[in-house]
């Protein structure tokens, strides 16, 4: 076994109890907190198959953009810091879809026969064409901007859920 493989089993666990502590934390904030080392976890995983670009977007939107906006609705949105209740009737559900999700990716990664060998070549302007797609009007400019502008109402609706009534 390689260092980089037991780095990939080392990091991918932490990012598994990230995630796992999100869905599972009694506190809403220290869930939030989860999401952010399974995010991290993710963002090292980039980092382990040499996707530099994709790491730091990781890092840069998920961790830094909207896991930091989620900390900051639940800070500002009173009522919210304390424990809430995880528990509904539709838990067992929840438990089904999963195992049959599970099923499935099980055996399509049993099934699926995997390629042999190197990795074809990326370009070496990959980056630049992926810049020049998301400032171009006719590609992902608007989308771009969507999202942008979806950042800022949830930023200013949690600020008004959390001002005063008075």
């Given at each position: 076994m390689t260092i980089l493989q037991v780095m990939f089993i080392l990091i991918s666990l932490i990012t598994l109890g990230g995630g796992l502590y999100t869905v599972t934390a009694k506190n809403l904030f220290h869930?939030?907190?989860?999401?952010?080392?399974?995010?991290a976890g993710v963002a090292c995983l980039y980092g382990l198959l040499e996707a530099s670009f994709l790491a730091?977007?990781?890092?840069?939107?998920?961790?830094g953009a909207i896991?930091?906006?989620?900390?900051?609705?639940v800070m500002l949105t009173r009522g919210v810091m304390g424990a809430f209740p995880r528990a509904n009737e539709q838990w067992s559900y929840a438990v089904i879809v999963s195992?049959?999700?599970?099923?499935v990716l099980l055996v399509t990664?049993?099934?699926?026969?995997?390629?042999?060998?190197?990795?074809?070549a990326v370009p070496t302007d990959s980056i630049a064409r992926l810049g020049q797609?998301?400032?171009?009007?006719g590609q992902?400019?608007?989308?771009?901007?969507?999202?942008?502008?979806?950042?800022?109402?949830?930023?200013?609706?949690?600020?008004?859920?959390?001002?005063?009534?008075?």
């Open positions: 869930a939030a907190l989860g999401l952010i080392l399974s995010l730091g977007a990781q890092v840069l939107i998920y961790i896991a930091i906006l989620i900390i900051f609705a195992l049959a999700l599970l099923a990664l049993f099934r699926f026969s995997w390629p042999q060998g190197a990795p074809a797609a998301l400032v171009d009007p992902y400019a608007l989308p771009f901007e969507v999202a942008s502008v979806l950042l800022v109402a949830a930023l200013i609706g949690s600020i008004y859920v959390a001002r005063d009534k008075k």
